[in-house]
């Protein structure tokens, strides 16, 4: 038997997580329903509003990102819509759009610590800065190849305060950031923002890679539609871009 609780489907009638189909097509905004499908209940009006946001957040930032790149090359090769969208889905990985499930399961593991143990934001901060350092690992969801200041972050953090889901997953990586403006400027990024917002929204971190693949697809679909209509076939690197340093002919 393979049970699910997400949709109960039978001849002329389809029921997602209780609520017909028909019921939330066109009165249950998009990222609603999203909400709906991993949580199994409604959102309120903040969270319909966060969760939006956060998926707005991830839409698109230009060709240059490594998943955007791979779907717009393979749309250039003349394959269907979908497979070049694949194509870009799979270069979402722990160093693009990854930063976000990583951010999310460290900050999730050190809140419950600091709560356990009753440490300020200050105190846990310093304690997880030290803990990384000693695994050499790094902060994930912290400093941009293009911004010093994501103007992603501001505004989600700014929305999560009006919202009320500034609690201590944000509170805790602002603490970070503040940790390490002691020595360098290392912001947080889009990813770091949506790793303690949905923290904060009780989301479990191994969806934390879910909020930016549901609002990349949309700006890849964007792209490859681009590709495939106004470029010409088959973009590839010129021969005068490559350099061969193997072993010469023998
Ligand atoms: C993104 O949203 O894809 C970026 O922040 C990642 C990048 O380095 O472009």
Sequence with gaps: MWKTGISNIKPDDIVTRGYRQEDLIGAVPFASVFFLLLKSRMPDKKEAKMIDALITSSIDHGVTPPSTHAARIVASAGVPLPSAVAAGMLAVGDVHGGAIEDGAKVLQEWVKSMLEND????????????????????MPGFGHRIHKRDPRTKRL???????????????????????????????????????????????????????????????MIAHVYEEMTTQKPMRRMCVQETEYDGPWER
């Design 119 to 138: 440490w300020s934001l200050e105190e846990t901060a310093t304690r997880m800065l030290a803990q990384l350092q000693k695994e050499k690992k790094r």
């Design 157 to 219: 953090f700014g929305l999560a305060q009006e919202l009320g889901f500034e609690k201590e997953h944000v509170r805790l990586s602002l603490a970070v950031e503040k940790e390490f403006a002691k020595k360098k400027t290392l912001p947080i990024n889009v990813d770091g923002a949506i790793a303690a917002i949905i923290s904060d929204m009780s989301f479990d971190w191994r969806l934390g890679k879910a909020f930016f693949v549901m609002g990349r697809v949309a700006g």
